[in-house]
């Protein structure tokens, strides 16, 4: 023990001394530690977010390219069709065309009708190598906007046969997957009026074509 100016002081190889000074490099040892244990938990935080913001550009990106490469399939896939279409359309009038002969000939020519409805059936082979379906178009089924197209309408006093299909010109074909036809089918669809109202339109089509004679008559 040392004595300056009237007071004890420890020596530096003391106890006293040496526990001072180890409690204080305590301290400072602390004090370092907390501080690299929280800038490291920065760090890690900030690199966590700079992650999570990469993961979603890189998701945000791959979604974008795919959205692009989906449009591109798509215009690709709607200037196929465009240029096809019309080929497509002579194809569906030959399929009514079989279909409709092979009906006709069906009691007098029966060997003559399977070949028809072969053929038909062959149209529709190549239809569906292109993933081109039929629409189903029957006399009797529901008419549907979306798939058929209405060429004419026929008036029945049935109300059951109201707005179905009375005769299918040509059969309508889509594109599989696809939300609108690529070609809708031309049908005849019944309309249902009263049975007065028939013989009201017959009656004046009779009269209309009485007085359309009556004028050639005279002009004579």
């Known amino acids: 023990m040392n004595t300056y100016d009237g007071r004890d002081i420890p020596d530096e190889s003391s106890p006293e001394h040496t526990a001072g000074w180890v409690d204080s490099l305590r301290r400072e040892l602390s004090a370092l530690i907390e501080i690299s244990a929280n800038s490291a938990e920065d760090k890690l935080d900030q690199l966590r977010a700079e992650a999570t913001a990469f993961h979603e550009r890189a998701a945000a990106y791959e979604n974008n390219a795919r959205a692009l490469h989906a449009r591109i399939e798509k215009l690709q896939d709607d200037q196929v069709r465009s240029l096809l279409k019309p080929f497509f359309e002579r194809l569906s009038t030959l399929h009514a065309q079989a279909l409709d002969s092979s009906a006709a000939l069906a009691e007098d020519a029966p060997g003559a009708a399977e070949d028809f409805e072969y053929f038909a059936e062959t149209i529709e082979d190549m239809f569906s190598l292109y993933d081109i379906d039929s629409v189903g178009a029957a006399v009797g089924k529901p008419f549907d906007a979306r798939l058929h197209q ?51 339109d017959a009656s004046d089509a009779i009269g209309s074509e009485q007085r359309s004679t009556d004028m050639k008559e005279s002009s004579l």
Do not use: C, E, N, W
């Open 150 to 200: 209405s060429a004419r309408t026929v008036a029945t006093d049935d109300p059951s046969l109201d707005a179905t299909i009375q005769r299918v010109a040509r059969q309508g074909f889509i594109f599989a997957g696809a939300d609108r036809v690529l070609l809708p089918a031309r049908v005849s669809v019944f309309r249902y009026s009263h049975p007065t109202d028939i013989k009201s």
